[in-house]
């Protein structure tokens, strides 16, 4: 088991910038894969980006590359989604997740957290 804890969220005006940070407890953090989903108001939950266990291999929904950078400190046990250049189309619910395999599919994702919200105003 691993629990996960999301932060960073808020309200931020386009073309701005915000650091998500997702804090893992309960198991070897290093052996999971992380990745980073949102949620939109009426759309379904999709990917953003996902990174290895040891953070050499990253991938990014084509939405977000270039923009969004993950990246994950294994003696802290947190993984992080910095976002630039944010649109309106970012508004969301962004979970983080973790898994065994370099995937980005929901179903590879074992262990979520609750969210956080983050807003984009124009």
């Known amino acids: 088991q691993v629990q996960l804890v999301e932060s960073g969220g808020g309200l931020v005006q386009a073309g701005g910038s915000l650091r998500l940070s997702c804090a893992a407890s309960?198991?070897?953090?290093?052996?999971?894969?992380m990745g980073w989903f949102r949620q939109a108001p009426g759309k379904e939950r999709e990917f953003v980006a996902v990174?290895?266990?040891?953070?050499?291999?990253?991938n990014y929904a084509d939405s977000v590359l270039g923009r969004f950078t993950i990246s994950r400190d294994n003696t802290k046990n947190t993984v992080y989604l910095q976002m630039n250049s944010l649109k309106r189309e970012d508004t969301a619910v962004y979970y983080c997740?973790?898994?065994?395999?370099?995937?980005?599919?929901?179903?590879?994702?074992?262990?979520w957290g609750q969210g956080t919200q983050v807003t984009v105003s124009s």
């Open positions: 990174i290895t266990w040891s953070g050499t291999s990253t």
């Open positions: 309960g198991h070897t953090f290093s052996r999971y894969v």
């Open positions: 997740a973790a898994g065994d395999y370099f995937r980005w599919s929901q179903t590879d994702f074992d262990y």
